[in-house]
């Protein structure tokens, strides 16, 4: 340090002389153009004289002016400006114009003058002048004056100007001695400092390695010790900003504020990390118990709807009543209807409002909607839900009797099976209909669906079974009554001979309840009762006696009956039976028919008798139930059991359903095959309380003959004979797996997000482990912290006070590290390299100077590249440094070298050197 201030000090000297020099140069200059000035004034009224030609020399104007120049030589002799000052004036021949003791000689010195008369303007250097003063050195300046053509010039002695420079020197060594003193006791304080810093460092280091959070070490102002604390201190920040990050995340408070201490902090990212997982786990726990709460909702809705669609699922009207209540009371609609698909007439499809409520009350409301009309009828055309959240405000036609507005928001769910429409569910409400209810909906909708399918099937069958039990009852005594009005006849045909009165009394019966008519056996109608004629649409017997039986048979049924018909004309055996004849209209008409042969007394064929009871409306609505019976089939698993369960019989669905191929494999199963072994126990009592007069349905698990399982919804109802006694066991079903498989899986879904909530507390508990340990550690590194901070305190306000020092030096001073990187520079090379210190502190020294840096047994040197290699280390050089916008200034460098324990740092002392010195 002591050889920096002494190199500083000279270059103070230096650069003094130079700043003095240089003021003398322009203070002088400055006195030659006030002497112009004079000059100038003077001659201003004599320049018409002036502007004439006189051979380059003021000598040579009329004598006239004689006593002007004499006026002249007063006014520059009058000029003092140091101790031994003149002004002088010389013409281009060397001859004093104007001197204080040479006026009219010429100058002593030739090589003097021809500078003088070259440059014209500038100074020069002039020693033994013919004066008083012959062995002093003299500095002249001087000026071309055009007007005369001569040279103005002023003479200073040497010993002048460097007077003040010498008084500078004693100053400056008075200065430095004291700077010396000063410096010394500082570098005595400074060490004690580092020491007591390095021994403060180690404890704090110390108490971190133990896992403890230090105080902070005091800052000093000596950039140095601030480079060792401040990173310590930030380290002990850092880890006290992360154990209170940490605690206010153990807190819940995952928003509170952190700052890492850089992108490679390791614990500051991993708690940003770890809190941003938090965060994701929070944002995704709550979106799961969102979805969990949906699904709940769901499921609780879906098993109370069961139960709904379980327990009403013999009356439709009921059923509707509850679904639709349950449902606006589930969902806190305001009001709804339910719409049944009604196709009795096929000519009059529509949708029919079979329940209505709102406002938490039943309305009793008659609508019918055809399909494709408004929102309803367009929801059952095209088989879609619509959902509607600003309907028009005359929409709704039931209103509140507070007199609040009506809703804006309608649902409006198919309830379908596949694509068969069963009916329609419509919502209307205040608040929006969420996707998942609307879900929730289309699923009811669906099982409604299927219930009511169901329903209808049952009712439908029901009807069936009644209707045909009671048209077989009422063919029975229909058969019964026919059987004995032929044995009547037969009777009578026996004793016709002897009974004709009776005869003609029982033919007149029989026209009166039978269609009678008798044919010959050409099948010519010879005779037809009333009951003939109007049953087959004619008027009066010309129209039909004498006409072939054909006219009244069916094209497509001739074959079979003209069978039959040559066996009667033959004596064959009479005809019983169902028989289609065909109106004059073309319509049919069906008969219980019976055709028997009338013999004469020979016993030959004489004509054929037909008498036959009309049952037209019976055989339509039989072969109606006929094809609902089969229409059943092809959707519903239906078969018949004995009361022992032994199969009787089975549709092709329920063959297919449980892998049958044929009739004669199934046959020989019975219902207790189908039953999974651990419901066995249980089915066989549901058996016997059927077999007992119970009906039973509900969900069962079922094997099928390819030990496949399937979940059906199955009805068993059992049918007495006509002695009341069980007949048989009616099975249907349908099967519902895929429904189960959704139910399963839901269940599946929330068990696996139980396992999950359990994971996350166990990581929260983790988490308020580690929380705890960095607790501990920022407590240590607090107590570092506040000793290393006083520390560099200190060591902060010495090095402001030697940085203020260096700051005013005239010199330009920058130190830079054994890698060229500039860690200083004061003001004064801010203003030779023109830029101010941001832009250059931390950058390469290559910048400003050609230099290169090389590792040496000793230390490091630094070579400067200009053309030729050359070692600058504490030497003083002549060289060329770039400036911010590239120009190049010359300097003298003066480059010091600095070597420390852990490597080396230079000081280079810059002097702008492109003013010309004297």
């Known amino acids: 340090m002591t050889i920096i201030f002494s190199i500083y000090g000279y270059y103070v000297v230096n650069t003094e002389k130079s700043r003095i020099l240089k003021d003398t140069d322009n203070r002088f200059f400055v006195h030659l153009n006030d002497l112009s000035d004079i000059l100038d004034i003077y001659f201003k009224q004599k320049s018409e004289l002036l502007a004439k030609n006189y051979n380059d020399s003021l000598i040579e104007i009329n004598k006239e002016f004689n006593n002007e120049l ?196 390791v614990l500051g990212n991993s708690l940003l990390n770890m809190r941003k997982s938090l965060i994701d786990a929070k944002e995704d726990e709550k979106l799961r118990k969102k979805e969990d709460d949906q699904r709940n909702w769901a499921s609780e809705g879906l098993a109370k709807f069961s139960e709904l669609l379980r327990e009403n699922n013999s009356n439709m009207e009921i059923l509707a009543n509850e679904i639709l209540k349950n449902i606006v009371e589930y969902l806190k609609a305001n009001q709804g209807g339910l719409f049944l698909y009604n196709d009795d007439n096929k000519d009059e499809i529509y949708l029919e409002l079979v329940s209505a409520y709102a406002y938490s009350r039943k309305k009793f409301l008659e609508k019918k909607i055809h399909i494709g009309d408004g929102f309803i009828g367009n929801c059952a055309l095209e088989k879609q839900t619509i959902f509607v959240t600003d309907i028009p405000e005359d929409y709704i036609e039931i209103t509140s009797g507070l007199g609040t507005s009506n809703p804006r928001n309608l649902l409006i769910v198919p309830m379908k099976i596949e694509d068969n429409i069963f009916g329609i569910i419509e919502l209307a409400s205040f608040k929006i209909f969420e996707q998942y209810e609307i879900d929730f909906i289309e699923r009811i909708a669906s099982s409604t669906a299927t219930t009511i399918a169901n329903l209808k099937i049952n009712i439908h069958t029901a009807n069936l079974l009644r209707e045909t039990q009671e048209q077989a009852k009422k063919m029975a005594d229909q058969e019964e009554e026919m059987r004995m009005n032929m044995e009547e006849l037969q009777a009578t045909q026996e004793e016709a001979a002897k009974q004709s009165e009776l005869l003609a009394s029982f033919t007149n019966s029989v026209n009166h309840t039978l269609i009678r008519a008798e044919y010959d056996t050409e099948g010519t109608l010879l005779y037809a009762n009333t009951k003939f004629l109007t049953k087959l649409g004619y008027i009066s017997n010309r129209e039909v006696e004498g006409q072939h039986i054909s006219m009244f048979i069916n094209e497509k049924d001739r074959e079979w009956f003209f069978q039959i018909w040559d066996k009667l004309s033959k004596g064959g055996k009479h005809f019983e039976g169902d028989m289609k004849h065909v109106t004059k209209q073309g319509k049919d008409l069906w008969t219980m028919a019976t055709y028997t042969c009338v013999r004469d007394n020979n016993g030959s064929v004489e004509k054929i008798l037909f008498l036959a009871i009309d049952t037209t409306e019976q055989k339509k609505q039989s072969l109606d139930y006929e094809g609902q019976i089969q229409a059943l089939n092809n959707s519903t698993m239906k078969a018949e059991f004995e009361p022992s369960g032994k199969m009787i019989h089975c549709n092709p669905y329920f063959m297919e359903s449980f892998g049958f191929d044929s009739i004669e494999d199934i046959k020989i199963k019975n219902i207790f095959d189908f039953i999974v072994k651990d419901d066995l126990d249980e089915f ?235």
């Open 684 to 918: 066989k009592r549901t058996w016997k309380s059927t077999i007992n007069g119970k009906p039973s349905q509900g969900q069962s698990l079922r094997v099928t003959n390819l030990d496949e399982k399937r979940w059906l919804h199955e009805t068993f109802t059992a049918v007495n004979d006509m002695y009341g006694e069980v007949a048989k066991v009616i099975y249907v079903a349908n099967d519902i797996s895929e429904q189960k498989k959704m139910e399963q899986e839901t269940i599946r879904q929330a068990n696996e997000l139980k396992n999950k909530e359990n994971d996350l507390l166990q990581n929260i508990e983790e988490l308020q482990v580690l929380q705890e340990e960095m607790r501990k550690n920022q407590v240590a590194l607090q107590d570092s912290e506040k000793k290393l901070k006083k520390q560099l305190e200190v060591i902060e306000a010495e090095k402001k006070k030697n940085s203020t020092i260096l700051e005013g030096c005239v010199e330009g001073i920058i130190t830079f590290d054994q890698d060229g990187v500039i860690d200083h520079l004061n003001k004064a090379a801010e203003e030779i390299i023109g830029c101010e210190k941001e832009q250059l502190l931390g950058k390469n020294i290559d910048i400003i100077i050609d230099l290169k840096l090389e590792k040496e047994k000793d230390g490091f040197g630094a070579y400067y590249q200009n053309g030729e290699t050359k070692r600058l280390n504490n030497s003083k050089s002549e060289i060329n440094i770039k400036t911010i916008e590239g120009n190049e200034v010359s300097v003298l460098l003066t480059l010091n070298d600095i070597k420390l324990n852990n490597g080396c740092t230079f000081a280079a002392f810059l002097q702008n050197i492109e003013v010309e010195l004297f």
């Open 70 to 265: 004499n006026a002249v030589s007063e006014i520059f002799n009058s000029k003092k400006y140091l101790k031994t000052s003149y002004a002088f004036i010389l013409d281009k021949k060397g001859t004093y114009l104007v001197h204080p003791f040479l006026e009219g000689k010429n100058v002593i010195s030739s090589e003097v003058f021809e500078k003088i008369v070259l440059t014209s303007n500038g100074k020069t250097h002039l020693k033994n002048i013919n004066d008083e003063d012959i062995q002093s050195q003299k500095i002249i300046y001087y000026k071309y004056y055009d007007p005369i053509k001569s040279f103005l010039g002023i003479s200073v002695n040497e010993e002048d100007v460097y007077a003040s420079i010498h008084s500078l020197i004693i100053s400056l060594l008075k200065t430095y001695l004291i700077v010396l003193v000063i410096f010394v006791l500082l570098n005595t304080l400074l060490l004690k400092t580092l020491i007591k810093l390095i021994t403060n460092i180690s404890k704090t280091l110390m108490i971190m390695s133990k896992g403890k959070v230090a105080e902070k070490l005091e800052v000093s102002d000596i950039k140095e010790i601030k480079t060792i604390v401040n990173p310590l201190n930030t380290l002990i920040q850092g880890l006290e900003d992360s154990t209170s990050f940490a605690n206010e995340i153990s807190q819940g408070n995952l928003h509170a504020n952190y700052i890492p201490l850089s992108d490679s902090d």
